[in-house]
């Protein structure tokens, strides 16, 4: 599977983006999906998951309310909607697919496949 995430800009703080994780090849709807971020001087982070079929999803305690993990099969393709951006969330955004055990959903290390990262920068 080959990712390749988009939709990262500049946004005033309380704003929104939309990032997208288009994947080529046959196999994304039979992977999980998930976000990650990492900030300058910062170890990468979960954000955000959602299982194969899109039944279940989990978020990381600092975006809940805020953001919102989606998928389309038919499209290949994942999201990741942000809404009431802080300039915390100032980062560079990370697509993964892989299936993971749900209880490791949340570490990096269990993913093989990854986007290219697109930058999130939120201003105060």
């Known amino acids: 599977v080959q990712l390749q995430a988009s939709g990262g800009g500049l946004v005033q703080a309380g704003g929104s983006l939309r990032l997208s994780c288009r994947a080529s090849?046959?196999?994304?709807?039979?992977?999980?999906m998930a976000w990650f971020r990492q900030a300058p001087g910062k170890e990468r982070e979960f954000v955000a998951a959602?299982?194969?079929?899109?039944?279940?999803?989990v978020y990381a305690d600092f975006v809940k309310g805020r953001f919102t993990i989606s998928r389309d099969n038919a499209k290949n393709t994942g999201y990741l909607q942000m809404n009431s951006l802080k300039p915390e969330d100032t980062a560079v955004y990370y697509c993964?697919?892989?299936?993971?055990?749900?209880?490791?959903?949340?570490?990096?290390?269990?993913?093989?496949?990854w986007g290219q990262g697109t930058q999130v920068t939120v201003s105060s």
């Open positions: 993964a697919a892989d299936i993971p055990a749900w209880s490791k959903i949340g570490i990096p290390s269990q993913y093989d496949y």
């Open positions: 090849g046959s196999t994304f709807s039979s992977h999980h």
């Open positions: 959602i299982s194969v079929s899109g039944g279940s999803t």
